[in-house]
């Protein structure tokens, strides 16, 4: 009688073995209306957004926008302007321009920015903006900030990424800038490449500060040792 022998299971060796994939985590799409329905269903009616850019430019004002959106309007792609191209700001923004209740921009120009500093000057852009809204806001949510003003708000660490209505505002307030660099800024002193770098200190800005001297427009308190012993050429 034949015996029956069991073929022992050979393990594979560790190295043959395939390791497995890891699933790719989904993020789901941040919610950036908490804030908002938080203080809607408080019964805070028109909720403002409030935003500035420019704050680190060599040159211009530091502008301001705040934005009142209707309740429960959701806004796709909308988020912190830095992050977005130029085309996608320029495509929000006149959706922002088109379902917003209230658009208010405000500004401060270099001469305030030398005078106050520049985070007073931004504060004071972001009050402009608020002042100039046609419809007074129940509560404001600000990027990081405080408005002088006697309207309860909260200011929000990194808001632009977190609020809609703050988003929107930082979108206005951007393309409101960079418009203002392209079209008027540029006529104005054509030599010193503003719409390419909007006015922040790149190599070649730097350098025709250095060669051409210093604009009204470009904040004193900014440049430094920048000038040494230049004199504004205008």
């Known amino acids: 009688m034949t015996a029956n022998h069991e073929m022992p299971e050979l393990a594979l060796p560790e190295l043959q073995r395939k390791p ?7 993020s789901e799409p941040r919610d950036l209306l908490v804030y908002e329905r938080e ?14 850019v420019g704050r680190g430019c060599l040159f211009g004002d530091v502008v301001a926008a705040a934005v009142i959106l ?12 830095k992050k977005l191209s130029e085309k996608k700001r320029d495509t929000l923004y006149d959706i922002i321009m088109e379902n917003a209740l209230a658009v208010g921009v405000g500004y401060a120009d270099a001469e305030t920015i030398d005078r106050l500093n520049i985070k007073q000057a931004a504060r004071l852009a972001m009050k402009r903006a608020v002042e100039a809204l046609d419809v007074t806001p129940h509560y404001m949510l600000v990027d990081a900030e405080k408005v002088d003003l006697n309207i309860p708000q909260l200011s929000i660490i990194k808001g632009d990424a977190n609020s809609q209505s703050i988003a929107a505002a930082s979108i206005v307030a951007k393309v409101t800038r960079d418009r203002l660099c392209k079209e008027e800024w540029d006529t104005l002193y054509p030599e010193y490449g503003l719409p390419v770098h909007k006015g922040y200190a790149t190599q070649f800005h730097r350098e025709q500060i250095m060669a051409l001297g210093a604009t009204p427009m470009h904040r004193r308190s900014f440049l430094g040792n920048l000038l040494g012993e230049q004199h504004t050429l205008f």
């Open 20 to 26: 497995k994939k890891k699933k790719k985590e989904t």
């Open 70 to 81: 209707p309740q429960g309007l959701i806004l796709e792609g909308v988020n912190d302007s």
């Open 39 to 52: 203080y809607w269903g408080s019964g805070f009616e028109y909720i403002a957004g409030i935003d500035e």
